[in-house]
């Protein structure tokens, strides 16, 4: 009598260690995926007949033009490049963002290669850092309305399957999910901003996340 449950404990924990197992292996397995498909992409772009310098103005002189793409790095090879954006993703990045955030320095912040954005020409982390909480609170609060409705509506529907509430409550979800976003965004706006006034239209960007005021 007492070895069937040993014997259902030690099977219970094989069938753990095997799902860990799983989970280990597919992590693992992610991370020469990731690393696959990034090197495509980055290939894909290096393929394009034209690169960020494109976007300046014709009367940039070639010369100058010519520095700009050597100050970039574009005038590496494109191994070359990945190697360095690699280094910058898994290490120089996270130092970053240790010392923006939490402020724990690891090494020389000051000397630490940045990323710049091309369109501010400030460090892409502290634009995120700063733009994050904003973030946060309009994404939170649009999960948060969409599973106030989307639980109540999917209930109905799975108890009263096949009449007419189901029928509907289908349909709006088909389309939703295939209506592209910023279509249906912006029949919202037009919608619940312009003709109801329920809403402003006009989006908070002091990035100050204290009130009902501030969204």
């Known amino acids: 009598v007492g070895v069937l449950p040993a014997n259902r404990f030690f099977c219970k924990l094989k069938g753990d260690q095997t799902v860990i197992n799983y989970i280990i292996r597919r992590l ?3 991370i020469p995926t990731l690393l696959l ?8 772009l ?27 790095g574009l005038d590496q090879p494109m191994h070359i490049r990945f190697g360095k ?10 130092l970053n ?7 724990i320095s690891i090494g020389d912040a000051e000397e630490r290669t940045r990323i710049l954005s091309w369109a501010t020409r400030s460090p892409v982390i502290d634009l995120i850092i700063q733009r994050t ?17 989307a639980i109540p509506i999917g209930i109905v529907s799975a108890y009263k399957q096949y009449s007419w509430f189901d029928q509907v409550g289908t349909f709006v979800s088909m389309v939703g999910f295939s209506v592209p976003t910023f279509f249906t965004g912006m029949v919202a706006i037009i919608i619940f901003s312009v ?19 501030n969204f």
């Open 28 to 30: 693992l397995l992610a």
């Open 97 to 103: 963002i240790l010392h923006e955030a939490f402020g």
């Open 46 to 72: 290096d393929l394009a007949p034209n690169d960020p310098t494109g976007n300046l103005p014709m009367t940039v002189p070639p010369e100058v033009r010519e520095k700009i793409r050597v100050s970039l």
């Open 37 to 44: 498909i990034s090197f495509i992409i980055f290939a894909i």
């Open 133 to 149: 909480p904003q973030t946060l609170w309009v994404v939170g609060l649009s999960y948060l309305f969409g599973i106030l409705i």
């Open 195 to 213: 003709q109801l006034k329920w809403f402003p239209m006009i989006y908070d960007t002091t990035l100050s996340v204290d009130s009902w005021q």
């Open 85 to 94: 954006w690699m280094v910058q993703f898994f290490v120089n990045e996270p």
